[in-house]
DNA sequence: TTGAAAGCGCTAACAA
DNA sequence: TTGTTAGCGCTTTCAA
């Protein structure tokens, strides 16, 4: 910046007024700067201005760590398509914040959480943007505590998780309401009453509320279930839907009239063993997920499932961090449940 | 930081090591800092660490705005649906750059381009972080060959576009070879000769080495063709795919045997229209694209076509990234061809 | 419309 | 093992 302030004749206020507010300068010095910089190669430093305005112009998400990529080059097929699968979460808020922060004049800074000592991967994020959004269960509580005195900072799905963080705005999914009216459609209108349910061995919030609407339908339509679901698969991965399917119909006893899974790549992998079996869907036996990816709409038969607004919901995380950021800093936290659509498709017997 | 050094009553050198070097400070002095931290609340400066240090610790890509956010609204349920394919590409490539980046200690900025002033995106994004890649026709040129004067930059897929800009690190896809090999597949393993192309009305690069190796194989074949796609997609989207596929069905003159098209997304169109005019695929007409995104794999019949590695991609130019950044500044200019693979699958009659 | 000067919050020698 | 100090490259009053 001095030497362009120098080779133009101009002071560095100058030369600063020119990128920030170049109305403010004469069209003529304004044209021998930028031919400066031009000359000279110069790019602002974004450090350098963030720390003088105290202010980035970036916005963050962290998120869990997925997959862990050194175990990438060793999965098969299948393992690749699930993956290609589970990507879409994330990917959806990504792209929704995205989209979002470039129209308020935002870039976005990701980083998956990485565990670590001070030195983690969530401060490094926070002490480079205005604000950020955490999937929820990716960063510990305290850190996030005192990360979020100082910016804002968004959780996104599941549950605040604790009274600690009951400051910070939130945003979540209406699981239980979606998987209640799936139940209820799937018992109601098709008029099944075995039904199975598939859920997660590591019970997330949401995995947790989309169960409980399930024994909330059921429970309301007088059809009996347990308190617990049917089955729990570990990574709620195509092949442990494929896995939890077969264990399922191997059970003695009346087999069930419906498969409900906790997500719809368990789903996609419960009909592939359906398929191998020769059991029809949904004629012998009726399959449902929860998500609303794009596979479920592309697998045969098409899947009925709950679409989950992701990408939606990547942009109102936007929304509310820049409202904190432009005046609403002490305004009461948001806590926003976005509202799911049930989607009827052919593996329910739509 | 100074607060913090206050209230601990050590130096501000010293929470600086606590943060940066954590065993270079004695396990006790090193607890009091932390525990004043956490009662202030403090994080620390990522733009005054990155001007201090002239690092920052954040790897950045630069990509094509796709779609207009605004339009999106009005989208109807097919669009949506190519918005969810559409999405893969560039997608691939951020989770593979977030991959790679976290193996290597980076976090990862995205932007869209937009254009604009000196403010343009590419210079924010430029001014915070280490070193970027920008997929191809994203960047004015001039803006890039100034950026790249001060830090490194790689261009992904397309070729350099300009001598210009023959200093920096490329990677691109074996577009070419990829379309010839499978083009030869249809040829001389299935023995299909009336072969129809659908390219693209804007044709990048990428799309015209492709179209190339159609030709080729076609020429090497014997096979006659002239010296332009039978057809032209605006948008290359699945709707364009459909209206292609009923346009050459329409043609006068025998049915074509195969229709090739330059992206599975068309491709996929294609399958829905003769699904719908009643055509079996591939016994009446055989089907192929280009791409291998996860929804070929999925149609009915599943599409063969041919696999880029787009995530491989993302990994890779971070790599090339981190090579520039510890010291290979000097090294020559490295220009990879990433061979793509050939994905037989039904559509093509295997 | 332009310039002068005081920081912004940290890192990195160098000293102690 | 810890402290002192000089910047890093910009923005932002305040003056001119």
């Known amino acids: 910046m001095y030497d362009v302030a120098e080779r133009s004749g101009v002071s560095i ?6 990128y920030r507010n170049p109305d403010s300068v004469r069209a003529q010095t304004r ?5 400066a910089a031009r000359e000279l190669g110069y790019v602002p430093s974004g450090n350098a201005r963030g720390l003088a305005s105290r202010s980035t112009g970036v916005l963050g998400l962290c998120f869990p760590d997925y997959a862990d990529p ?3 080059s060793e999965a098969g097929g299948s393992a690749e398509a699930d993956d290609d699968a589970a990507m879409l979460y994330s990917d959806q808020i990504i792209r929704g914040m995205e989209r979002a922060a470039r129209r308020h004049g935002y870039a976005l800074l990701i980083a998956a959480s990485l565990k670590g000592g001070p030195e983690s991967l969530v401060a490094k994020v926070a002490g480079r943007v205005d604000g950020f959004a955490v999937l929820a269960r990716t960063v510990p509580i305290e850190e996030l505590e005192v990360i979020s005195r100082r910016q804002p900072v968004v959780m996104l799905a599941g549950p605040r998780e604790s009274d600690q963080l009951d400051h910070l705005d939130h945003i979540e999914v ?4 979606g998987q209640r009216e799936l139940t209820r459609h799937l018992i109601e209108d098709h008029g099944l009453r075995r039904l199975a349910y598939v859920g997660s061995a590591e019970e997330s919030p949401d995995v947790a509320a989309r169960f409980r609407g399930y024994l909330e339908a059921c429970r ?3 059809v009996a279930v347990g308190d617990e679901p049917d089955l729990r698969a570990a990574l709620m991965t195509q092949a442990e839907g494929a896995q939890a399917a077969a264990t399922l119909l191997d059970r003695p006893g009346d087999r069930p009239e419906a498969l409900l899974f906790a997500n719809d790549q368990m789903a996609v992998g419960a009909l592939h063993t359906l398929e191998r079996r020769g059991l029809r869907v949904p004629q012998d036996v009726a399959v449902t997920g929860f998500d609303g990816i794009a596979l479920s709409r592309l697998v045969r038969p098409a899947l009925t499932t709950v679409r989950q607004p992701m990408r939606r919901m990547g942009e109102e995380a936007v929304e509310l961090l820049v409202r904190r950021l432009t005046g609403g800093q002490n305004a009461d936290p948001v806590s926003m449940m976005l509202p799911v659509s049930l989607v009827r498709r ?3 017997g739509c």
């Not at 044209?31 to 031919?35: F, G, I, T």
């Not at 209406?174 to 309401?177: E, I, P």
């Open 13 to 18: 206020a100058t030369v600063s007024r020119v």
């Open 31 to 35: 044209d021998r700067v930028l031919a």
């Open 70 to 72: 050194d175990a990438e």
């Open 174 to 177: 209406a699981n239980a309401d």
């Open 220 to 222: 309301a339509a007088g």
């Open 346 to 348: 052919a593996s329910c």
